[in-house]
Nanobody
Framework: QVQLVESGGGLVQAGGSLTLSCAAS????????MGWFRQAPGKEREFVAV????????AYADSVKGRFTISRDNAKNTVYLQMNSLKPEDTAVYYC?????????????????????WGQGTQVTVSS
């Protein structure tokens, strides 16, 4: 019932910036745990960032910490991923994910299998 639609992906040179958006509908957005994951060709899906509820905690994968920022606008039912200082190894399909469970602990909110709603993904390609 919950729909997630990502946008903002594209091609960017190394060192550049890109902002991804994820628009949600069909649920109580302000109560959701919202996360970003990514998957490169032939690789496993990996955690990128998460933000829990309005004014909630944020967490980042070590590989993106200090470069990426997750934020959410509950009035617009939208979550964002601001990506700076992009590297070729950031190239992947980026997925927005949501869970109606707002009480996940620090470990649980990094696990893709615990999210029940997913977007279609948006391609990010970083050239060298």
């Amino acid at each position: 019932q919950v729909q997630l639609v990502e946008s903002g992906g594209g091609l960017v040179q190394a060192g550049g910036s890109l902002t991804l958006s994820c628009a949600a509908s069909g649920g109580t957005f302000s109560s959701y745990t919202m996360g970003w994951f990514r998957q490169a060709p032939g690789k496993e899906r990996e955690f990128v960032a998460v933000r829990s509820r309005s004014g909630g905690n944020t967490a980042y994968a070590d590989s993106v910490k200090g470069r990426f920022t997750i934020s959410r606008d509950n009035a617009k039912n939208t979550v964002y991923l601001q990506m700076n200082s992009l590297k070729p190894e950031d190239t992947a399909v980026y997925y927005c994910a949501a869970s109606a469970t707002s009480t996940y602990n620090e470990y649980q909110r990094r696990v893709a299998a615990l999210y029940e709603y997913w977007g279609q993904g948006t391609q990010v390609t970083v050239s060298s």
